[in-house]
């Protein structure tokens, strides 16, 4: 495995999904986000030298965690640092959680493969407006009292982006994001709602995302999927995904 590419990538997903709140910790970048989003409250444990005591440094996670009242909470993948930190971690009591699949495709690939549908509206921003978060939260049951904290999130994000809003008689149904990161698009909050599943409207955001972001110069998207959301990863594989690693959490 290119574990300097499962860096880079993890890097442009970072930048994509910013927190709130980042502190540098000998390589580990410390996120908090008000607990809205695991991403956004996690560790991303990018380095770890040889110095340094690392149950010191555990601890001194765990201590900058309960200070927001939040669980220490890593994101580990085959890039992680130190190799073995996930077993550390297991022998501390952390539980595995939330395994994603991270997967890329050629944005080629992709746009031959997307499909089109008649008589839908798609609006591209490059900020999201009332509507497409309503849709959005919608869509993907995000609760309002979590809806401002997501906001800051997209808020945060400092690359190019296109907010993806596809609507039907005026009425928001399904949502995409794409942020751009040189020649890679990341896809985020591809979410369509439960009236309007099965009808291709997913296929035509990430089709349409994916145009956009080969207009914009990138020739290669990723895009992150739980491995157990059989119907999504059908989906991706028809538009010409492939699992290039995986990630889980520990969580406290």
């Known amino acids: 495995m290119d574990l300097e590419l499962v860096r880079r990538i993890e890097g442009y997903a970072a930048q994509a999904w910013p927190a709130g709140e980042v502190a540098a910790l000998q390589g580990w970048s410390l996120r908090y986000n008000s607990g809205i989003t695991r991403r956004a409250n996690s560790v991303l444990a990018e380095a770890h030298g040889p110095e340094g005591n690392l149950a010191q440094k555990l601890g001194q996670v765990e201590a900058?965690?309960?200070?927001?009242?939040?669980?220490?909470?890593?994101?580990?993948?085959?890039?992680?640092e130190p190799p073995n930190l996930d077993l550390i971690l297991a022998a501390r009591g952390y539980r595995a959680t939330a395994t994603t699949l991270l997967q890329v495709a050629s944005l080629t690939t992709m746009v031959s493969n997307s499909g089109v549908i008649e008589n839908i509206t798609l609006r591209c921003m490059d900020a999201p407006d009332g509507a497409?978060?309503?849709a959005y939260a919608s869509a993907d049951g995000v609760r309002p009292a979590d809806l401002d904290a997501r906001r800051a999130i997209l808020g945060g994000i400092t690359c190019p982006t296109c907010y993806l809003l596809v609507e039907v008689e005026g009425q928001g149904v399904a949502t995409g994001l794409a942020v751009l990161d040189g020649k890679w698009a990341g896809l985020f909050c591809v979410a369509t709602h439960a009236s309007w599943h099965r009808r291709g409207l997913a296929m035509c955001v990430v089709g349409s995302l994916a145009q956009w972001a080969m207009r914009q110069g990138a020739t290669q998207v990723y895009l992150q999927v739980m491995q157990e959301n059989g119907g999504a990863r059908a989906l991706y594989a028809r538009l010409g995904f492939a699992t290039l690693y995986s990630y889980h959490y520990r969580e406290r």
């Open 64 to 80: 900058w965690y309960a200070e927001r009242n939040q669980p220490a909470r890593y994101q580990l993948c085959p890039a992680s």
């Open 132 to 134: 497409w978060l309503q």
